[in-house]
């Protein structure tokens, strides 16, 4: 009988050290951000550590059912914080003092760009990949690459740039609650337009977002090819009802009584803004 033949032993990894690019006396020093510090604090300590300079990012309509989806990307000069007082989060401010820090952010930004993803490219895509390439974009958008990425709320990849998500960003950092008010501005007025253009679903009012007014029309009218039909609502409400023709991401489909709906929604629906 065979002896058994015995396998070599393997000596335990070892990890390694990683190496310093620096010397420790070239090396900067730690920095320490405290949110109650302000909201330029974290952009000012970025571009004081040669990191600048640094955009925000942010989205508005993601939750929405209806209408694009907009992303901005904003850099704003270290020295405005006093022009921009009082700039936080854009849900925050109402829709005048909206208005008027939009004004005064695309008259003072050092840079800005802002991406208009429409309702079909939602459906095809999902709403979060979608805003995830959408905010790439506009990063790309900028006229001059940034030192640094601040993202709301969660990480992002694909900037080729460095990127920190920020906890409640739109409230914590100037930039991103610059692209917070360029985002919403931008579709709200968007969202005004197609009131204008299907006046039954009131979109000037909730700017797409499921509310009471907004599913009552959607039961009495049905969708619109305006609307996302990748959300449940949506896509329920295209299902019931008399032989009835709709647009589902730029295509005419027909749904007959209790017959079943082209494409079943991925996501569910979305909520009202909070």
């Given amino acids: 009988m065979a002896a058994p033949v015995s396998r070599p032993r393997r000596s335990p990894l070892r990890r390694r050290c990683p190496a310093e690019l620096l010397p420790p ?47 901005a990307a904003c850099v704003l000069r270290s020295g405005d914080a006093k022009r921009l007082e009082g700039l936080t989060d854009s849900k925050l401010l109402t829709p005048a003092m909206r208005e008027e820090f939009y004004s005064r952010i695309v008259r003072r930004a ?35 690459p940034p030192g640094y990425v601040l993202t709301d709320g969660f990480p992002v990849r694909g ?9 409640k960003g739109d409230l914590t950092s100037a930039c991103v609650a610059a692209a917070s008010v360029l985002a919403k501005v931008t579709r709200d007025r968007i969202m005004v337009e197609l009131d204008a ?23 009495e009218h049905g969708p619109c090819p305006d609307h996302r ?15 009835r023709a709709v647009v589902q991401n730029g295509a005419a489909v027909e749904v007959p009584d209790d017959g079943p709906f082209v494409g079943e929604p991925e996501i569910a629906a979305g909520g009202v803004e909070s």
Avoid at 159 to 167: D, E, M, T
């Fill in 159 to 167: 900037f080729g740039r460095p990127s920190l998500a920020v906890p």
């Fill in 197 to 219: 253009k299907y006046p039954e679903y009131r979109f000037g009012e909730h700017k797409g977002y499921c509310t009471p007014v907004h599913d009552a029309a959607l039961g």
């Fill in 229 to 243: 039909f990748s959300f449940v609502n949506v896509a329920s409400v295209a299902r019931v009802g008399a032989r």
């Fill in 25 to 71: 006396q070239y090396q900067p020093g730690r920095a320490t951000v405290r949110a109650s510090a302000g909201t330029w604090t974290l952009q000012s300590t970025l571009q004081r550590h040669g990191l600048g300079p640094v955009a925000g990012v942010d989205e508005a309509g993601r939750g929405a059912c209806a209408g694009p989806l907009v992303v």
């Fill in 110 to 144: 050092e840079d800005f760009a802002v991406i208009v993803i429409p309702p079909a490219e939602v459906d095809r895509r999902g709403v979060h990949i979608a805003n995830i390439e959408g905010m790439r974009r506009a990063v790309a958008g900028l006229a001059n």
